[in-house]
């Protein structure tokens, strides 16, 4: 190997954004934080809880050096300068872990009344050279029940000098007394998408090229950790160098690639059993992880309902462009009832999945029984049916052509599916959309459908082919 200087930094580590504006994600935490040093209304204590790699310990450093930065800038957001500098004295110290005025304590291994006890005693002092004296107690949850309850007093009432930071992991384990005396902050797993455009600009920066798809792998693996995501992008460099496809992301991770998750999600809309069984066992020879695929086969689903409730639009849709296409195609392909159902039998597979010997054979069996699910007319949708039938006349169902591409006879049209209205009001039931022939003739074909309608009383059925 070369000898040279050069020092490989992790990318963790070299990327962790300096200002609020570069943490990714959060949004509810930063936005609050800016309001608080804008106003000068800041608490005594700030808790930040979530989960690992998310900004926690970042979000504590970037505030700690916002409240004593000598000259903080203005930001996109913000036209008060509350932005750490990053270039003065307080900054660069705070940086380096030097400042005198910024103590960190790492609970998971000082979590004594004795590690505490310094702190106590600082605190008396003035700040030596910045406004605040700041005390960043991270993992807090492992701090002893007599290492909080020496912390107790000098937390309800500190010095006006004197702020308390403290992260962790469980917030559930952080004792109501002291949660009680902090502003507390959820921070929430970063979407996929993010983390994706993340990666995009630090490969920019490090000259490595990677294609979107590829990202997008790293970053589901990642599972909304952005820790992970850059640790991940750090091994897939030492292993492949400086280009890096979707399908090494996809090996490292025991991942599905989005085509293939797709595809096997639209043979379950399709009823397309042979499809399903071939990708399951294509999937689980080439060693991926099965349980991952459930967890993203069920996300799949829950984004078409999403998008059939609320369209491509929403912040709730987690999906790039391309994946809105194809759910904006699949979503054609189902009625919401079926999918909901779907959805169902996926969210009970992946518990099961926990316990299931045949993790295999459980997947087989429930997608086919989604596929099923998917291709068969729900109650609703029969009801739904009949009650547009109702409302057109008297429930007599006229004859659709049998298999002519020709358009279906001009009336009586039947009415939209969507809702029922009594059948006397038919100036009305004309102002709403029609159906199209091949809607027509998909209905009239149902064998549901028609054997339902056969039983009921009063309904005139004529000629179904
Ligand atoms: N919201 C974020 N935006 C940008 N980068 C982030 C974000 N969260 C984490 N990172 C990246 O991950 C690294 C680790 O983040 P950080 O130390 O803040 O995590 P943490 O939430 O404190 O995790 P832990 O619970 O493991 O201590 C950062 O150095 C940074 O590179
Ligand atoms: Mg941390
Ligand atoms: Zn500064």
Redesign the pocket.
């Known amino acids: 190997m070369q000898e040279t200087e050069q020092v490989h930094v992790a990318?963790?580590?070299?990327?962790?954004?300096m200002t609020f504006d570069?943490?990714?994600?959060?949004e509810h935490v930063t936005r609050t934080l800016r309001n608080a040093l804008e106003s000068g209304r800041i608490a005594n204590a700030y808790l930040?809880v979530?989960?690992?790699?998310?900004?926690?310990?970042?979000?504590?450093?970037i505030f700690a050096k916002a409240l004593n930065c000598t000259h903080p800038e203005g930001s996109g957001k913000s036209a008060v300068g509350i932005e750490p500098c990053g270039e003065c004295e307080n900054c660069q110290q705070i940086a380096a872990g030097r400042s005198l005025d910024v103590t960190e304590l790492d609970a998971a291994s000082h979590n004594k009344v004795e590690d505490v006890r310094p702190i106590i005693e600082a605190v008396q002092f003035k700040p030596a050279a910045s406004k605040y004296k700041i005390f960043i107690i991270?993992?807090c949850h492992m701090l002893t029940p007599s290492a909080w309850n020496a912390l107790l007093k000098t937390l309800e009432e500190p010095p006006p000098y004197v702020k308390f930071v403290f992260?962790?992991?469980e917030g559930d384990k952080v004792l109501a007394t002291i949660v009680s005396r902090c502003q507390r902050f959820d921070?929430r797993r970063?979407q996929t998408h993010q983390i994706a455009a993340?990666l995009q600009y630090i490969c920019g920066k490090e000259g490595i090229s990677a294609d979107q798809d590829a990202l997008l792998a790293i970053a589901r693996g990642a599972e909304g950790?952005?820790?992970d995501?850059?640790s991940s992008l750090d091994q897939l460099i030492a292993f492949k160098g400086s280009t890096i496809t979707e399908e090494d992301a996809l090996s490292v991770f025991g991942l599905v690639s989005r085509k293939a998750l797709e595809d096997l999600a639209g043979a379950i809309l399709k009823g397309d059993a042979a499809a399903i069984l071939q990708s399951v066992e294509a999937f689980d020879s080439a060693g991926k992880n099965m349980r991952r695929l459930a967890g993203e086969l069920l996300r799949h689903f829950r984004n078409l309902i999403v998008y059939q409730s609320l369209g491509g639009q929403t912040a709730s849709l987690e999906a790039t462009p391309d994946q809105v296409k194809t759910l904006a195609e699949q979503a054609k392909l189902c009625d919401a009832s079926r999918i909901f159902r779907v959805a169902d039998q996926l969210a009970a597979m992946e518990d099961k999945l926990r316990y299931a010997l045949s993790v295999r054979t459980l997947i087989e069996m429930t997608l086919l029984r989604a596929s099923r699910i998917a291709t068969v007319a729900s109650i609703e949708e029969l009801m739904r049916a009949v009650r547009a039938l109702a409302a057109q006349g008297g429930g007599t169902v006229q004859p659709t052509p049998a298999k002519s591409g020709a358009p279906a006879p001009a009336k009586p049209s039947a009415a939209p599916m969507a809702e029922a209205k009594p059948a006397a009001k038919t100036e009305h039931a004309e102002k709403k959309p029609q159906l199209t022939p091949e809607e027509q003739r998909k209905m009239m074909d149902d064998p549901k459908l028609n054997a339902l309608l056969a039983s009921l009383p009063g309904a005139k059925v004529t000629a179904i082919s």
């Open positions: 990318l963790p580590l070299k990327y962790r954004p570069d943490v990714v994600g959060q930040f979530g989960p690992r790699g998310i900004g926690k310990t970042t979000l504590s450093r991270d993992e992260a962790t992991t921070l970063i993340r950790g952005m820790r995501a850059l």
